[in-house]
């Protein structure tokens, strides 16, 4: 296992789209588990491939806060939202970066394990917004789209200032 660079706002490669998975190889099992170990040595919880620069339709969870619980989660997909909630949520890929994001706070989801095999699961509280966040890396979208028009703008100002701070 390996482990793998995080993409960081503005790279261009996390607006990219991911395709659906089909084959459930070697290489997959490589790719999830590299997974797991970065977002371990992040101190994450979650982690989409396009934030490794991947297009696969794969993502990693892990809520334990010591490793020991991760969930790999290939070509999910949200069956039903309910009990909307603001929360505060941040990215691997966008350090330093907090937002308030409304957020269904429990989904059901379909996906497939490593091994191809679908399955179903009903998600709560943090694991089901992370699992949402993480999806829309799926699609290039990042949290910070979500944000209020207002949050938006102090996104912005915080980008120009660390610009104008490398640059000085």
Same mark, same amino acid.
């Given at each position: ?9 503005? /790279? ?12 459930? /190889? ?9 997974? %797991?170990?970065?977002?371990? #040595? ?11 620069? /991947? ?5 990693? *969870?892990? $809520? ?13 997909? %949200? ?21 308030? *994001?409304?957020?269904?706070?429990? *989904?059901?989801?379909?996906?497939? /394990? ?8 009903? $998600? ?32 912005? #100002? ?11």
């Amino acid at each position: 296992m390996s482990r793998l660079h995080v993409l960081e706002y503005p /790279d261009s490669r996390l607006r990219l789209s991911s395709r659906k998975v089909t084959r459930f /190889d070697d290489d997959l099992a490589e790719l999830i588990d590299n997974m %797991i170990e970065t977002l371990a #040595a992040t101190q994450g919880i979650a982690l989409s491939a396009p934030q490794i620069d /991947d297009r696969r339709a794969v993502l990693v *969870v892990d $809520l334990s806060g010591d490793g020991s619980a991760p969930q790999a989660y290939v070509n999910p997909e %949200i069956l039903s939202k309910t009990a909307w909630g603001l929360v505060e949520e941040s990215c691997l890929s966008l350090p330093g970066v907090v937002g308030n *994001v409304l957020r269904a706070t429990e *989904v059901r989801v379909r996906a497939q /394990d490593r091994k191809g095999d679908v399955f179903e699961r009903e $998600l709560m509280g943090m694991e089901a917004v992370c699992l949402q966040h993480e999806m829309d890396h799926l699609v290039g979208k990042l949290f910070v789209d979500r944000l209020s028009l207002f949050q938006r703008l102090r996104f912005r #100002a915080l980008l120009g200032r660390r610009a104008r701070r490398r640059a000085a």
